[in-house]
């Protein structure tokens, strides 16, 4: 596609539901990348992937976070049991390979009740 | 710790006249450095990068950040801004290339401008 794009672009959980928040890079972009921003806040590095594999997952907040990206496209960041803190926007970012420029995606405004 | 900071939270600046935000970073290496800006609603849009070499980097829209090493900045300048200007930067370092123990971008807190009529 033209760009990167995530879905939903907003989701409304219950407190304790499990979340899936989708992201589809720029086509052909080796890298990429999950952010979390919190309101009035600038964006928090989660983890990354190169193709398929998981390079460095120690910004995830916690176990109940996880990510994967099986056929080195498609990301898909889950969040299990949400909890109210996790209400955030979570931001996908690609790069045509580690290390050069990220281009983002609008982002998933996640909303936990 | 490894940090960036951006010292203004908001900034007011009439349309037409200059601007410069402020953005210092705390890394032992020579930094990959970034300006990126956020609209109401979008994604964040890549400004402006510097990687090595010429100190004075050009962006889109008419912005510019100068890399100071001595003084660990990379500040955002515009001559004139235009309404369409009003938004929140963001100045972001690449921790990779500065020995950071994660991969991935460290961000600023932000900066909201505002431009007055």
């Known amino acids: 596609g033209a760009g990167v794009s995530q879905s939903p672009r907003y989701k409304v959980a219950k407190r304790g539901q499990d979340v899936a928040l989708r992201c589809d890079p720029i086509?052909?972009?080796?890298?990429l990348y999950w952010y979390r921003q919190a309101l009035g806040q600038g964006p928090e590095f989660l983890t990354y992937?190169?193709?398929?594999?998981?390079?460095?997952k120690s910004g995830l907040p916690n176990d109940r976070f996880s990510a994967e990206r099986p056929e080195g496209s498609i990301s898909t960041l889950t969040i299990q049991r949400t909890e109210q803190r996790d209400s955030a926007m979570y931001r996908c970012?690609?790069?045509?390979?580690?290390?050069?420029?990220?281009?983002f995606g609008p982002g998933t405004r996640l909303l936990v009740l | 710790a490894q940090s960036v900071t951006q010292p203004d939270i908001h900034i007011t600046v009439s349309e037409g006249a200059s601007l410069e935000l402020r953005c210092n970073y705390s890394?032992?290496?020579?930094?990959?450095l970034f300006w990126y800006v956020q609209s109401p609603g979008q994604g964040l849009q890549l400004l402006l990068k510097?990687?090595?070499?010429?100190?004075l980097v050009q962006g889109i829209k008419g912005f510019e950040a100068e890399f100071k090493r001595s003084q660990s900045s990379f500040n955002l300048r515009k001559p004139s801004v235009h309404w369409s200007d009003a938004a929140e930067y963001f100045c972001?370092?690449?921790?990779?290339?500065?020995?950071?123990?994660?991969?991935?971008?460290?961000f600023g807190k932000g900066t909201h401008l505002i431009i007055q009529p």
């Open positions: 510097y990687f090595s070499g010429d100190t």
């Open positions: 970012a690609s790069s045509s390979i580690a290390g050069e420029t990220q281009y």
């Open positions: 992937f190169n193709y398929e594999a998981q390079q460095d």
């Open positions: 086509s052909g972009h080796v890298s």
């Open positions: 890394y032992g290496a020579t930094p990959y």
């Open positions: 972001a370092v690449d921790h990779r290339y500065s020995g950071g123990g994660a991969d991935g971008l460290t």
